[in-house]
Nanobody
Framework: QVQLVESGGGLVQAGGSLRLSCAAS????????MGWYRQAPGKQRELVAA???????NYADSVRGRFTISRDNAKSTVYLEMNSLKPEDTAVYYC?????????WGKGTLVTVSS
C-alpha cells in the first residue's frame, strides 16, 4: 500500500522559511518521480516543484529561486525548502508520487504565511 505522509507545515511570517518533508512507503522510491503541489482556498491545485529519479528539478515560475526540492532515496523522503515566503504561498501543500504511471497523493500539510 502506497503511503505519503507530509510534515513541516505551519504558520510563518512573510520572509520566513519552512521545510516540508514527505515520507514515502509502498513504492520503489528511488525510481519514482516526486513532486510538491499546493492548493489555495478557492483555487485549483498547482504544481510547485518536481524532481525526477535522477535528481532533475522543475519549478513553478512563482517559486523559482525561493523554493528548493530535494530527495533522499535512502530515507524515501522528499523535501521542499521554502524561503522568502510570501502571503500568496499560503496553501495546503501535497506530496505526489508517480508510481508506474499511477499518481498517489498525501493528505497535505497547511502552510500559512502572515503579512
Amino acid at each position: 500500500q502506497v503511503q505519503l505522509v507530509e510534515s513541516g507545515g505551519g504558520l510563518v511570517q512573510a520572509g520566513g522559511s519552512l521545510r516540508l518533508s514527505c515520507a514515502a512507503s509502498g513504492i520503489i522510491f528511488s525510481i519514482d518521480p516526486m513532486g510538491w503541489y499546493r492548493q489555495a482556498p478557492g483555487k485549483q491545485r498547482e504544481l510547485v516543484a518536481a524532481i525526477s529519479s535522477g535528481g532533475t528539478t522543475n519549478y513553478a515560475d512563482s517559486v523559482r529561486g525561493r523554493f528548493t526540492i530535494s530527495r533522499d532515496n535512502a530515507k524515501s523522503t522528499v523535501y521542499l525548502e521554502m524561503n522568502s515566503l510570501k502571503p500568496e504561498d499560503t496553501a495546503v501543500y501535497y506530496c505526489n508520487a508517480n508510481h508506474f504511471g499511477i499518481s498517489y497523493w498525501g493528505k497535505g500539510t497547511l502552510v500559512t504565511v502572515s503579512s
